[in-house]
T-cell receptor, first 112, second 113 residues
């Protein structure tokens, strides 16, 4: 089975600062997708950013960017200019299409 | 456009009872799936469907049944609930199995006593 590992159960960041959340995964596939989801206290799962494995360029969505290292099987999320609304659980996920595998999550606290 | 809807939002069952969690989407998505979320374990895939009449198992299928008679609906059945099935259940959908932006429902919190 594929595995996704988030080694940081909790992280904190000062408002307006930058924070990086780590994710590693294990796979023998060459073609797959990686995702970061945000889950605020409302419980709703919100897609933050996604990366296709065949694309070398790192994905960016406004203040969110990833560092995708395919050889190292690493997929970290960088949040710039952190805002109070960024406080949430963040889940890294891996997919080959039909099957999805999620990490155990990182709880992000934003300190005013 | 309601997206992915789930009912009920909360449910309490006794051990051995059966129930069906409902999931519907109005986006004409081919792919639908069910996950459970347990503390400290992230989301785990239970079952998925790539179209009406087609279902398959995910990572943790035991104790759950599904069927897909229409494109819109994908119910999850617990035939004999067990305390180990206490969890938050999410339904999700995406356009096709190969279009990977997945949309999630609001979740159902199930407690089995």
């Amino acid at each position: 089975a594929q595995t996704v590992t988030q080694s940081q159960p909790e992280m904190s960041v000062q408002e307006a600062e930058t924070v990086t959340l780590s994710c590693t995964y294990d796979t023998s596939e060459s073609d797959y997708y990686l995702f970061w989801y945000k889950q605020p206290p409302s419980r709703q799962m919100i897609l933050v950013i996604r990366q296709e494995a065949y694309k070398q360029q790192n994905a960016t969505e406004n203040r969110f960017s990833v560092n995708f290292q395919k050889a190292a099987k690493s997929f970290s999320l960088k949040i710039s200019d952190s805002q109070l609304g960024d406080a949430a659980m963040y889940f890294c996920a891996y997919s080959t299409g039909n099957q999805f595998y999620f990490g155990t999550g990182t709880s992000l606290t934003v300190i005013p | 456009n309601a997206g992915v809807t789930q009912t009920p939002k909360f449910q309490v069952l006794k051990t051995g009872q059966s129930m069906t969690l409902q999931c519907a989407q109005d986006m004409n998505h081919e792919y639908m799936s069910w996950y459970r979320q347990d503390p400290g374990m992230g989301l785990r895939l239970i079952h998925y469907s790539v179209g009406a009449g087609i279902t398959d198992q995910g990572e943790v299928p035991n104790g759950y049944n599904v069927s897909r008679s229409t494109t819109e609906d994908f119910p999850l059945r617990l035939l004999s609930a067990a305390p180990s099935q206490t969890s938050v259940y999410f339904c999700a959908s995406k356009a096709t199995a190969f279009y990977n932006e997945q949309f999630f429902g609001p979740g159902t919190r199930l407690t089995v006593l």
